[in-house]
C-alpha cells in the first residue's frame, strides 16, 4: 500500500508540473562532411539514456526538454553535443573520428579526465546496463563484463554479499574487496560479518548463520549514471592504503540538461534449478532395512542407507505410513517462485544557477527460499548551485531504508532449511514435514537423532533471521575556481548507517528448547574530509602542466550492542522482554587516518602524457602506546601515456596508443591489533566478573605493525581499426605484496587463533584484453560484440617465517580446507589424499577401508581466467543483448557431496551397497562414511563453468505513438542466469560459496536460481 | 609562475607538518575503551573464568557434551543412551567429538582454560600483590594440563597458552613423562609457597581465596597425580604419595567444587545439567544409568542408589518436563544395557534386551543432581581418601581400612552439597561399610571400584575413565557393536585433533607417530602402558 502511495503521489506531482510546458519536439537531420545522410547515429539526452537514432536517410525526432543538450554520435565520427535551446529543427554535421577514444572518463578523486590521456587501464560502464536485467546486489551484475574483475555471487539468498576481486587477491589476510568510491566519497564494502559483533556467516567451520549483506548491495542500480573500474595500483594509487584492491567509481545521476520525469519498473520471477542427481534406489534407514517404528525412523533421519525403495508402506518419523518410494522433487515442492518488483520514479529541474534531482525507488522481492524476501526503499537527491561566478557546490544525500525478512542459514543444518531440504532421505517427501510445527508449536523434528537438523519449514517460517538497514550517504563539495584556472576543492562526505539484527531461535526449537533472542544494534560512521588545490598551466604552445595538492581525513567508528536473551519465559513470546536471562555486549571500533598527496600532470601536444602522483598515509591502528613506530607509508606513482597514431597513422589504423605506469600502494589494517587487552564476558558467576583477553587480539598482537606495501607494473595499448570499428585494449601488469600483515594461522595450543605479523608476499601477474568489435552496421541494423578476457597468475611466494602452509577456511565438514601454499596461487583448496603403500597401491585399514594420507593442495578457489562475451544486435527499434560468461582453472570443495556420501545419497554409494568390505565385514554405510571422513579428495571438483548469464530484449517505442507527451518508452523482456552451456561440478553449483570470506567451500547455500522478467522504462 | 609554485610549496609543508603532528593521538584512538590493559585490570578476573573454564565449555557445554558425556561416561560404563550420536557407548569414532575437548579457535580447554590461566600465571609473576594468586594459578594450571595429557597423551605444555609471551604459534608436544614431572614439581612448589598471611584471591570460586585450604587441594592434586603414575612409574608415585601425607584434605567441606549460576545462561550454567536436561536434544529422555553401574549399586545395596536415581523422570520422549512423582526406590532402580540402538535389529536394539520394558523404567540421573545451578565437582575429599587407601594398600602408608573407611563414608556423605535431598544418613553408610568391610586381598579392586562409582556420582567421567584405565577396575564387559573402531575394546585415547594437521603439522606429524598403539581410540598414553 505504502510503496504504491508515494509512487502515485510523486507521479501525479510530476504529470502536472513543467513537464509538458517546457517540453519541445525537435527534428532534424544528420550528415557527414559530404552532405551524404547519416543512418543510424545515436541522439541522447546528455546525462540520460534517453534517446532516438536516425532512420535511413539521416532525419530523427524526439521530444526533449529545451534546456536539454543532445549528444549525437556514431561509431567512427566525432560526437556532437547541440543545446536545444528552443530550436525545433537542428542539422548535424558530424566529422569523421580521426581521434578515437577521447571519451573522458572519471578517474581518481573523481577527476574526469581523457581516456587517451591516462597511462593506466580503467573501464567504464553506463549505470543503463544494470538496470534492465538487474540484481538485487549491484556488484553481481558486473559479472563478465569487465577484463580483470572476477565477480562471485554468493548463495546467501535476498541481500547477501558479493566478493569483488579485481586483478587477483591481492592481500594474504587483509580485504580484497575493492574501494567504493561513491561521488568521491569512499565507502566500505566489507562482506558481512567483518565487524565483531556481527553475528553473520564468517564462513568459519561451525559459522551457523546468514550472510547479512555488505554496503554495496544498498545501492540503487536506478540511480547509477557510470561505474568506472580502476584496476590497477596506478590508477588507484592517489587512494593510497585503500587502492590495493583497485577501486570502483560510481557516480550516480545529477540534474544537469536532463529535465522531466523518468519512470521505471521491473519486474522479474525467480526459479530455482535443481543440480542434485542423487541415488534413487533405496530410501530412509539404516542396515539396509526400512524404519520399522517412528522413533527408529525419527532417529536415523538424514540417513537413505535404508532398503530398496519397493513402494510399499513404511512408517516414518510422525508415525504415519506413507509409500516406500524416490522423492525427486524436494527442492521443486519446497522453494516457491520468487519475485522482485522494482519501481523508480525520478526527476529532474534545471534552474538558473542550478539543477536539482530527486529519485525514489523501492525494491520489493520475495525470495525462492519461503518467507524471506528483502524490500528497499532508496532516496537520492542531488543537486548542484552556483551561487555566483567562480563558485560550484555539489550537494549530495542517498538515503537507503533496506530490510531484509529471514536472511536464510547457510552452511550447517541447524535453523537452516536449504540444507535440510537438499540432505532429505530419498523416500521422505518434504511436504510430509508441513508445517513445521506440532499442533503445541514446537519443532515437528524430523531427525531425532540428529535434533540440530531443524525440519526446513520450521527453520524459515519460525526461525527469525530479520536485519533493517538506515544509511544515509551524503557528501557536499565546493569548488572555487579563480579566472587564471587555479581552483580550491573542498568535500565533506560521510557515510552512516544503523543496522538492526534480530536473531530469533524459538521456543520449542529441537536443538534449543528453551529459546534464544539476540537483537543486535550498530551504528557506524565514515567521516571523510578532503581538500584539493591545482591549477593548469601552458608553457609555450605544445606543454601543459597541472599539478594538483590535497589532503584528507579520515575517521571511522563503529559501535554495537548485542542484546541476548535465552530461555525465555512463555512459549512462543519470541521477544528479548521474555526471556529469562538477558546479557549485553558492547563493541567498539574507531580509527583514523591523516593524509597528504600530490600529483603532477604532463602533456605534450596531444600525444603524450605523463602523471606522477605520491601519498602519504598516517595510520592510527599502527599506534603502539609506548612504542614509537613508523605509522606512516608514502606511496608514489607515475604513468604515461603515447598517442603513437598522431604520429604515425597508416590506413587500417584508427587509432593508437601505449601505456605504463607503476606506482605502489599499501594496506593497514583494523584497530587494536597491536596490544593485549582484557575484557569480561557478558555474564558473571554468581555476581563475580569472567575476566578473558579481549576478542580484540583473538591473535596475538604485535608492538611493532608495520603497513603492508604492494608494487605494481603495468604496460598496455588500446588500438582501434576500420574506422573504429574494431577496437583492443590490452593489457599487462604484475603486481607484488609484500611485507603483508597476516594473521598467521596458530595452534590454538598457543591460546590464540593467529599471531599479527609482517610477513609473506605475494605476485599476480597477468593479461587483460577488452575487444570490441561492429561486424554489421547498416542503416537499420547494428550487431556490436565486445569480447573481454583476463588471466590472473598468483603466486604465494612465502608466508609467516617457517610456515609452508597455512589454512584460513575450514569446511563444515572438517575435512575440506581453503589455504595458502607457498609457491601456489592463493586460496588453494585443500583435502586429503589417499595414503599410499611404498609399492604405491592404496593403504587400507583391516576393515579394507582407505587410510587418510597427506593434506594436498588441488587447486586455486579463484578463477585463474575470466571472460566475457556480449553481443547487442539493434534493428530498428528493437534491441537484443546477450551476455555469455566463463570462469576457469579454479576448484570447489563441495561439502554436498560429502554430506551426500555419508548419507547415502550419493549415486556413488550404490557400489556393493548390501555386500560388505574387508576382512571385519564392515557395512556399506560405515565404508563409506569413514572413507569420506579419510580420503576426500573426491570432493574437490572443478568449478570451470560457462553460463548464459543474460539476455535483454527490448522495443523502443516511438514518441510520436503518444503525441510525443513521452519522450521515450523502452519495453524490455530481460532474464539473467538463465543456464549453464557448461558445468563440471555434479550436485552444486560452481558459483555456490555460501560466503566471500571462503571462496571454495559450499554447503546449505540457497540453490541457484534463474530470473526472467520485465522491465518498462519511460521518460516524460 | 614561480611564486606560484612557492605558494604551493608552502601549502604543501603545512599540510605535512599538521598531518604529522595530529597523530600523537593515535595511541589513544588505537585502545579501546571498551577493554582494559594489564594495568587497569585485576588478574584475579582470569582465574575466575578459568575456574569456570574446567567445568566446561561456556558454549553449551561444548566440550562436556562430547568428552565427558558422549565418550567418557558410556566408556566406562557409568552412562548408557541409545541416542544415535553418542558414538562412544559403541566405540565408533567421531574426530570432531574426540577432538571436543582440546577445542577449536572458540571453544575448548586450550582456548577457554589454558589460555586464561597461562595468562595469569604470567600476568601474576614477580608482583607481590598476587603473590598467593600466582601460585594459585600454577596449581589451577597443573589441574588443567593434567586432564588435556591425560585424554590425549603428548600434548604442547611447556609453550602451550603462552602465545603473546613467546610469540610461539605451533607449540611442541611435550612428552606426557616430562609434562607428569613437571606437573608434579609445579604443584608441589607452588603449594609449597602459598603464604596464608600475603594476598586473598578474590576470584577463587572453590574456597573463596581460603589458604589453608588451597594448601590441601595443592597437596590432593598431588596425590592424584601421583597415584596416575603407578603404571609407569610407581617409584615416583610412591615418593610423592609419601610426601603428602597428613596434607591431603581433610573432610567434605574441603571439596574443591564450582557452583553454577542460572543468570549467565550456557555461560555460567551447570555443563552436565544442560546436557542431561535435553537442552541441546532428547538427552533427558535417552541417556539413563548403564546397567553396570545400577546394578553394581544395588547388588552391594549401596545406600547411594536411592539417591542418584530415580525412574519415570521423563514420561515421554517429547517432553522435558519431569515428572513430580518420580520413583527413587531402590528396588525399581534399573540401569539401561550400554551398546544398544533403537535400529530395529534384533541383536542391538533397545526393545529386544532381555528386560526391557519401557524408557521410563530406566534410571535416569536424579533431579538433584542435575540442576542448572547445582555444583560441578573438581576435586573431593572421598577421592583424597580412596587413593590413600591405595597408597597404603600399596606401599604401607598408613591404614588402608582407615582410608578406605573415611573414603566409602564420604562418597556418600559428600551428595548432599548437591541437593539436600541427596543426604545420605551416616547409619546407612555403617550398615554398607560393615556389609563391605575392607579387604586386604582384593583391595585395590575395592578400593578403585568405588573411586570410579563416587567419580561417576560426580559426574567426572574423565576421572572415571583415567582411573579405569590406570588400575584396571571395576572389570568391564566391553560392548559388541558392528563396524566399531576399537576392534571392540574400550577406547584408551583421544586421538589429536585433526585442525592440528593444519595449524602445527610438524609438530602433529611427530606425534602423531610417536602414540604407541597408534594415534587412535585404541593406543595409549605413557601412564597407560
Known amino acids: 500500500m505504502k510503496k504504491t502511495t508515494w509512487l502515485t503521489i510523486l507521479l501525479l506531482l510530476g504529470l502536472h508540473g513543467w513537464v509538458q510546458a517546457q517540453t519541445t519536439p525537435v527534428t532534424g537531420k544528420v550528415s557527414d562532411v559530404k552532405g551524404g545522410a547519416l543512418p543510424g547515429v545515436t541522439i541522447l539526452v546528455r546525462g540520460t539514456n534517453q534517446g532516438a537514432s536516425t532512420n535511413a536517410d539521416g532525419t530523427f525526432s524526439i521530444a526533449v526538454a529545451d534546456t536539454a543538450a543532445l549528444v549525437f554520435s556514431s561509431v567512427g565520427y566525432n560526437p556532437q553535443t547541440i543545446r536545444v535551446a528552443r530550436q525545433s529543427v537542428i542539422n548535424v554535421t558530424l566529422s569523421e573520428n580521426t581521434q578515437a577514444l577521447d571519451e573522458v572518463v572519471v578517474t581518481a578523486l573523481n577527476v574526469s579526465r581523457e581516456r587517451k590521456t591516462l597511462g593506466y587501464s580503467v573501464t567504464e560502464i553506463q549505470g543503463n546496463s544494470l538496470t534492465q536485467a538487474r540484481e538485487n546486489n549491484v556488484a553481481n551484475s558486473l559479472v563478465g563484463k569487465v577484463a580483470g574483475l572476477n565477480v562471485n555471487s554468493t548463495a546467501g539468498g535476498p541481500g547477501s554479499s558479493s566478493n569483488v576481486i579485481i586483478r587477483g587477491v591481492s592481500s594474504l589476510n587483509q580485504t580484497n574487496q575493492p574501494l567504493y568510491v561513491i561521488n568521491g566519497v569512499p565507502v566500505e564494502s566489507q562482506p558481512s560479518g567483518g565487524a565483531g559483533a556481527a553475528t553473520g556467516n564468517n564462513g568459519g567451520q561451525y559459522d551457523n548463520a546468514p550472510d547479512l549483506g555488505d554496503a554495496i548491495s544498498n545501492i540503487n542500480p536506478d540511480d547509477i549514471e557510470t561505474i568506472s573500474v580502476l584496476k590497477g595500483a596506478a590508477a588507484s594509487a592517489l587512494y593510497g592504503y585503500r587502492g590495493k584492491a583497485g577501486v570502483i567509481l560510481i557516480t550516480t545521476k545529477s540534474a544537469k540538461g536532463n529535465d522531466g520525469l523518468e519512470f521505471n519498473s521491473n519486474y522479474v520471477a525467480e526459479k530455482i534449478y535443481n543440480l542434485t542427481e542423487w541415488q534413487y534406489e533405496y530410501g530412509q534407514g539404516t542396515n539396509n532395512l526400512k524404519p520399522t517404528t517412528a522413533v527408529g525412523a525419527a532417529q536415523v533421519g538424514n540417513s537413505s542407507w535404508g532398503g530398496k525403495l519397493d513402494g510399499s508402506n513404511v512408517i516414518q518419523f510422525d508415525g504415519t505410513t506413507r509409500p516406500y518410494v524416490a522423492q525427486k522433487d524436494n527442492l521443486k515442492n519446497f522453494y516457491r517462485t520468487g519475485n522482485s518488483w522494482t519501481n523508480t520514479l525520478s526527476f529532474s529541474k534545471s534552474f538558473t544557477g542550478g539543477a536539482v534531482r530527486l529519485s525514489a525507488s523501492n525494491l520489493s522481492n520475495n525470495s525462492v527460499v519461503p518467507n524471506s524476501g528483502l524490500d528497499r526503499q532508496t532516496f537520492n537527491l542531488a543537486g548542484t548551485f552556483d551561487p555566483f561566478k567562480h563558485l560550484t557546490i555539489d550537494a549530495r544525500a542517498n538515503y537507503i531504508l533496506e530490510q531484509a525478512q529471514n536472511r536464510p542459514i547457510l552452511a550447517d543444518g541447524a535453523g537452516n532449511a536449504n540444507f535440510n531440504v537438499a540432505f532429505l532421505p530419498t523416500s521422505i517427501d518434504v511436504r510430509s514435514l508441513q508445517p513445521g510445527t506440532k499442533a503445541d508449536g514446537t519443532e515437528l523434528i524430523y531427525n531425532t537423532g540428529n535434533p540440530y537438523n531443524t525440519n526446513p519449514y520450521f527453520a524459515a517460517y519460525n526461525f527469525v533471521n530479520d536485519t533493517r538497514r538506515e544509511r544515509l550517504l551524503s557528501s557536499v563539495s565546493a569548488r572555487y575556481t579563480f579566472d587564471k584556472g587555479l581552483f580550491i576543492q573542498g568535500r565533506v562526505g560521510r557515510d552512516g548507517y544503523t543496522d538492526r539484527y534480530t536473531n530469533v531461535t524459538p521456543s520449542g526449537t529441537g536443538y534449543l528448547t528453551a529459546g534464544k533472542v539476540i537483537e543486535l544494534t550498530t551504528q557506524f560512521t565514515d567521516l571523510n574530509a578532503d581538500g584539493l588545490v591545482g591549477r593548469t598551466f601552458k608553457v609555450g604552445e605544445d606543454f601543459t602542466i597541472t599539478p594538483n595538492l590535497g589532503t584528507s581525513y579520515r575517521r571511522t567508528k563503529s559501535e554495537a550492542f548485542r542484546n541476548t536473551g535465552t530461555d525465555l519465559a512463555v512459549f512462543g513470546v519470541n521477544t528479548i522482554g521474555n526471556a529469562k536471562n538477558k546479557s549485553t555486549e558492547y563493541f567498539y571500533s574507531d580509527q583514523e587516518i591523516h593524509s597528504v598527496y600530490g600529483s603532477l600532470d604532463l602533456s605534450y601536444k596531444e600525444f603524450l602524457f605523463l602523471t606522477a602522483t605520491t601519498r602519504r598515509d598516517w595510520f592510527s591502528t599502527l599506534a603502539t602506546p609506548g612504542v614509537d613506530n613508523d605509522l606512516s607509508v608514502t606511496y608514489p606513482a607515475v604513468s604515461g601515456s603515447f598517442v603513437f597514431s598522431e604520429l604515425w597513422k597508416p590506413d587500417f589504423l584508427s587509432f593508437g596508443k601505449i601505456r605504463a605506469g607503476f606506482s605502489k600502494v599499501g594496506q593497514a589494517t583494523n584497530p587494536y591489533q597491536t596490544q593485549l587487552s582484557y575484557a569480561f564476558l557478558a555474564p558473571t558467576l554468581n555476581g563475580l566478573p569472567l575476566g578473558t583477553i579481549s576478542p580484540d587480539n583473538v591473535n596475538i598482537p604485535n608492538r611493532n605493525l608495520l603497513a603492508s606495501t604492494a608494487t605494481e607494473f603495468e604496460i598496455g595499448t588500446e588500438l582501434a581499426f576500420v574506422q573504429n570499428r574494431v577496437r583492443l585494449d590490452l593489457t599487462f601488469y604484475k603486481k607484488r605484496s609484500k611485507n603483508e600483515i597476516v594473521f598467521a594461522p596458530a595452534s590454538i595450543s598457543s591460546g590464540y587463533q593467529g599471531a599479527v605479523l609482517n610477513a609473506g608476499e605475494m605476485e599476480n601477474k597477468g593479461v587483460e584484453m577488452l575487444l570490441t568489435f561492429v561486424p554489421v552496421k547498416t542503416a537499420d541494423f547494428t550487431w556490436t560484440s565486445s569480447l573481454n578476457g583476463a588471466y590472473n597468475k598468483n603466486t604465494v611466494l612465502s608466508l609467516a617465517a617457517g610456515q609452508q602452509q597455512s589454512v584460513y577456511a575450514t569446511s563444515r565438514s572438517g575435512v575440506g580446507f581453503v589455504g595458502q601454499v607457498v609457491g601456489q596461487p592463493f586460496g588453494q583448496v585443500l583435502a586429503y589424499d589417499y595414503k599410499y603403500n611404498p609399492d604405491g597401491s592404496i593403504a587400507t585399514t583391516t576393515n579394507g577401508v582407505p587410510v587418510r594420507g597427506e593434506l594436498t593442495s588441488y587447486g586455486t578457489a579463484f578463477h585463474p581466467w575470466t571472460a566475457g562475451w556480449s553481443n547487442d544486435f539493434t534493428f530498428k527499434r528493437i534491441n537484443l543483448g546477450v551476455l555469455i560468461d566463463g570462469k576457469f582453472g579454479a576448484k570447489i570443495f563441495s561439502a554436498t557431496d560429502y554430506y551426500g556420501t555419508v548419507f547415502g545419497l550419493r549415486k556413488e554409494t550404490l557400489v556393493n551397497r548390501e555386500g560388505t568390505f574387508g576382512a571385519d565385514k564392515v557395512d556399506a554405510a560405515t565404508y563409506y562414511s569413514t572413507l569420506a571422513n579419510n580420503v576426500s579428495k573426491d570432493f574437490v571438483q572443478n568449478a570451470n563453468f560457462i553460463k548464459l548469464r543474460q539476455v535483454t530484449l527490448g522495443y523502443s517505442f516511438p514518441s510520436a505513438l503518444f503525441g510525443n507527451h513521452i519522450q521515450r518508452l523502452n519495453l524490455s523482456l530481460v532474464a539473467r542466469n538463465l543456464f549453464f552451456i557448461s558445468r563440471k561440478t555434479d550436485n552444486i553449483d560452481p558459483e555456490g560459496s555460501y560466503n566471500a570470506f571462503s571462496q571454495g567451500l559450499e554447503l546449505g547455500g540457497v540453490p541457484p536460481s534463474r530470473t526472467y522478467g520485465v522491465n518498462l522504462s519511460a521518460k516524460f | ?529
Open chain 2, 1 to 529: 609562475m614561480k611564486t606560484v609554485f612557492n605558494k604551493y610549496t608552502t601549502v604543501a609543508f603545512t599540510a605535512l607538518l599538521l598531518s604529522s603532528g595530529c597523530t600523537k593521538e593515535f595511541d589513544d584512538i588505537n585502545t579501546n575503551p571498551s577493554t582494559y590493559t594489564q594495568s587497569s585490570f585485576d588478574a584475579n578476573y582470569l582465574l575466575t573464568t578459568a575456574q569456570l573454564g574446567y567445568t566446561g565449555s561456556s558454549d553449551f557445554a561444548y566440550d562436556t557434551w562430547r568428552a565427558n558425556l558422549i565418550y567418557s561416561s558410556t566408556m566406562v560404563q557409568g552412562l548408557s543412551t541409545v541416542v544415535s550420536y553418542w558414538a562412544g557407548d559403541k566405540y565408533l569414532l567421531n574426530e570432531a567429538y574426540t577432538a571436543a575437548y582440546w577445542g577449536g579457535t572458540t571453544v575448548g580447554a586450550y582456548v577457554e582454560q589454558v589460555k586464561p590461566i597461562t595468562d595469569m600465571v604470567q600476568f601474576t609473576a614477580d608482583k607481590p600483590k598476587y603473590k598467593n594468586l600466582h601460585q594459585v594459578g600454577r596449581i589451577m594450571r597443573a589441574l588443567i594440563m593434567e586432564r588435556l595429557t591425560d585424554l590425549y597423551g603428548d600434548v604442547p605444555y611447556s609453550q602451550a597458552g603462552q602465545g603473546y609471551y613467546t610469540g610461539v604459534i605451533t607449540p611442541k608436544y611435550d612428552k606426557q613423562q616430562e609434562i607428569y614431572a613437571d606437573l608434579l614439581k609445579e604443584v608441589e612448589e607452588a603449594t609449597a609457597a602459598l603464604d596464608p598471611a600475603a594476598d586473598i584471591p578474590t576470584g577463587d570460586v572453590y574456597y573463596r581465596g581460603n589458604i589453608d585450604q588451597w594448601k590441601r587441594f595443592g597437596n590432593t592434586l598431588l596425590l592424584r597425580m601421583a597415584m596416575r603414575l603407578t603404571k609407569a612409574d610407581a617409584a615416583t608415585a610412591q615418593a610423592y604419595a609419601t610426601k603428602v601425607q597428613g596434607k591431603t584434605m581433610q573432610s567434605n567441606t574441603d571439596n574443591a567444587f564450582v557452583t553454577h549460576d542460572i543468570s549467565g545462561a550456557r555461560v555460567t550454567q551447570n555443563r552436565n545439567s544442560q546436557v542431561l536436561l535435553g537442552d541441546g536434544g532428547q538427552e533427558n529422555y535417552y541417556v539413563k544409568w548403564s546397567k553396570t553401574f545400577i546394578d553394581y549399586l544395588k547388588n552391594n545395596n549401596d545406600p547411594r542408589l536411592s539417591k542418584i536415581a530415580v525412574t519415570q523422570l521423563y514420561l515421554t520422549d517429547v517432553t522435558k518436563n519431569q515428572n513430580a512423582a518420580a520413583n527413587s526406590s531402590a528396588a525399581v532402580q534399573k540401569g539401561m544395557p550400554n551398546g544398544k540402538d533403537l535400529s530395529g535389529r534384533p541383536a542391538y536394539d533397545i526393545s529386544a534386551a532381555p528386560d526391557y520394558t519401557t524408557f521410563p523404567d530406566y534410571s535416569s540421573p536424579s533431579p538433584g543432581m542435575i540442576k542448572r545451578n547445582g555444583p560441578t565437582f573438581v576435586l573431593t575429599y572421598a577421592e583424597s581418601e580412596l587413593l590413600l587407601a591405595e597408597a597404603a594398600q600399596r606401599w604401607g602408608l598408613g591404614s588402608a581400612a582407615q582410608h578406605y573407611s573415611a573414603g566409602v563414608t564420604a562418597a556418600s556423605t559428600y551428595l548432599s552439597q548437591y541437593d539436600a535431598a541427596l543426604t545420605v544418613a551416616p547409619a546407612d553408610v555403617a550398615t554398607y561399610l560393615t556389609a563391605h568391610p575392607y579387604s586386604a586381598a582384593t583391595g585395590l579392586e575395592m578400593i578403585n571400584t568405588q573411586y570410579w562409582a563416587l567419580t561417576n556420582t560426580m559426574l567426572d567421567f574423565y576421572e572415571s575413565w583415567a582411573n579405569w584405565r590406570r588400575s584396571g577396575f571395576p572389570v568391564l564387559t566391553p560392548v559388541v557393536y558392528p563396524n566399531n573402531a576399537t576392534n571392540g575394546q574400550i577406547p584408551r585415547r583421544f586421538p589429536y585433533p585433526t585442525t592440528e594437521i593444519t595449524s602445527n603439522p610438524d609438530n602433529y606429524r611427530a606425534a602423531s607417530a610417536a602414540v604407541p598403539g597408534g594415534d587412535n581410540l585404541s593406543g595409549r598414553v605413557w601412564w597407560d602402558r
